[in-house]
C-alpha cells in the first residue's frame, strides 16, 4: 500500500494536514534532540523528510523502513543518506546500537506495535531514548466529534484529488480512530520496558507525542 503512495506521499500529507505536519516534524525533532555524533534511528522514515532535521544537527542517521517504495523514492531525492529496509518488529540492528530512536506516523501501521516497541527498546542504548509522534485522541469531547467526522467524509475526497492511491487514504482513516489514547499508548511503552514514560498534545490532541528513556 505504501508503495502506491510513495511518490506524492509528502505533499499528500501536507494538504490533509493543512500544513500541521511541518509544525508537528519540528517538535519531533526538537523531542528527539539530536546531536553531534549520536546515532539515530527513524524508523518508518518513508523518503526521510522525518530524517532531515536530524542530519542538520550533526547526528547519524538510519532511515529505515517497511516499504521499498518509500526507500527508492527517498534514495533518489537523499541519495547519501543510509536507507535500510528493515521490518519494526524484528529490526536489523545490534542490541544498544543508538543514542535515540523515532517513528512519526508509523506505529500505528505496524500489525505487533507491542514486538515494535521491545525492538524499539533493544537497538537503544542505556540511556537513549525513544519518541513516537502519532496520530491520538482530541482532548476536548465537540472537537473530537468534529475531527471523527473530518477523518471519515472530508479525508477520502481530499485524497482522491491530491493522492496516487486515494484507497490507502481510508484505510489511514480507519485506522487513526481505532488507535490506543495517549494513556493507553503511555501504558504500553511501560510494559514493553520503557521509563520515564511522558506525553505531549499537539494540535489539541489529533497528534500526541510520547518520549521515555531506557534505563541505564
Sequence with gaps: ??????????????????????????????????????????????????????????????????????????????????????????LPFKDDSFDAVTISFGLRNVQDFDAALREMHRVTRPGGRVVICEFSHPTWAPFRTVYTEYLMRALPPVARAVSSNPDAYVYLAESIRAWPDQPALAERLRKAGWS??????LSGGIVALHRAFKAG
Excluded: I
Design 196 to 201: 520515564q514514560v511522558a506525553w505531549r498534545n
Design 1 to 90: 500500500m505504501f508503495d502506491g503512495v510513495a511518490e506524492r506521499y509528502d505533499l499528500t500529507n501536507d494538504v490533509l494536514s493543512l500544513g500541521q505536519d511541518r509544525r508537528w516534524r519540528r517538535e519531533v525533532a526538537r523531542a528527539v534532540d539530536a546531536r553531534p555524533a549520536q546515532k539515530v534511528l527513524d524508523l518508518a522514515a518513508g523518503t526521510a523528510t522525518s530524517s532531515l532535521p536530524f542530519t542538520r544537527a550533526g547526528a547519524y542517521v538510519v532511515p529505515c523502513d517497511f516499504s521499498l517504495g518509500m526507500l527508492q523514492v527517498g534514495k533518489r531525492r537523499h541519495s547519501w543518506l543510509p536507507f535500510t529496509a528493515g521490518d519494526a518488529t524484528r
